[in-house]
């Protein structure tokens, strides 16, 4: 862990490992490779010990840090996958977190936390300080005082916090694309409040560490908002399983190539599926391939 400005430790990772990609940890028992199913020995029974899952899912993720160090910026733990083991998976969640950033890697934890007042301090402390994550993702529907206890942390601890503009999912226009009387879209209008809530988290370079998420299967409003929000990191989710590919991404990088990181779950996890070998070795190649693929849509091949 460090107290240096997120945005400088981010963008100065893209730039060393020369990669943009952030690896989604969402272990899930049913796509487990049968090899380590086996060795885990949770072939058997149809619901097997929680404790069981955690320590199997522990040396799953264990592996896939250790394929990926090199290559990744950061990883990406979805809470509600660690959620499901109950005591034991939220144990693993902190083993995780220790795990990546002992390998070099950054933590965003994916946990989606919104709420207001001492609730939402409640949260910050857990996640940021108790667990160490190095950035999380926010709902920001409750306003400034649902997200200001985690952007304290920004401008004091040296911590990220990746605000929810423009999910991934299709039915995010339901609420995300309607129309203010303003003229401004709902997105739109989040964004111009993660501009504000992120002043006074500028690192050295410029950006601030108080992010976005912008969901790379909407490509064109990914790279009107890049345009909106000069020196905002973004977190990009919706590549591979849900569709979206690197070469439509280049606008969503700013003028340097730099500034978004492009979060892979499944398809990098569970490459094994498609490709022979270990499945140390599939989700590594897959990696390499991807990092490969958004470096070129960046410009900066």
């Known amino acids: 862990m460090s107290d240096q400005n997120f945005a400088d430790r981010l ?3 893209i730039d060393r490992k020369r990669s943009h990609v952030v690896v989604g940890l969402d272990p899930d028992l049913a796509l487990l490779p049968p090899s380590l199913r086996s060795e885990c020995l949770l072939d058997g029974p149809e619901n097997p ?3 069981a899952v955690a320590s199997c899912y522990r040396r799953f993720l264990g592996g896939i840090i250790d394929a990926v160090a090199n290559d990744a910026v950061a990883v990406k733990p979805q809470i509600a996958y660690f959620e499901t083991l109950g005591a034991p998976g939220y144990a693993l969640y902190e083993d995780v977190v220790r795990l990546a950033q002992d390998a070099g890697l950054l933590v965003i934890a994916d946990v989606k936390r919104g709420d ?11 996640h940021l300080d108790l667990v160490g994550a190095d950035a999380l993702t926010v709902n920001p529907y409750l306003g400034t005082d649902g997200v200001e206890p985690f952007v304290a942390r920004a401008r004091s601890a040296g911590k990220g916090v990746f605000v929810l503009v423009k999910t991934s999912n299709p039915s995010s226009a339901e609420i995300q694309d309607m129309r203010l009387t303003s003229g401004d879209t709902v997105y739109e209008h989040v964004a111009d ?3 504000r809530w992120g002043k006074g988290t500028e690192g050295a370079r410029g950006y601030r560490s108080v992010g976005a ?8 409003q990914g790279a009107a908002l890049r345009l909106r929000m000069p020196g905002v990191p973004l977190l990009i989710p919706g590549y591979g399983a849900q569709g979206a590919k690197a070469e439509e991404l280049g606008g ?3 003028a340097a190539g730099t ?3 492009v979060n892979s779950a499944r398809a990098i996890l569970y490459a094994y599926r498609k490709r022979e070998g270990a499945w140390q070795d599939a989700a590594a190649l897959e990696t390499r391939e991807m990092k490969a693929a958004l470096w070129a849509a960046a410009g900066r091949a």
């Open 213 to 220: 998420v912008v969901g790379g299967t909407y490509p064109s």
């Open 11 to 13: 963008l100065d990772a």
């Open 116 to 126: 207001i007042g001492s609730t939402a301090e409640a949260y910050a402390k857990a």
């Open 49 to 51: 010990d929680r404790e």
């Open 193 to 195: 409040l993660a501009n």
């Open 259 to 261: 500034g978004a990181v």
């Open 252 to 254: 969503m990088f700013d």
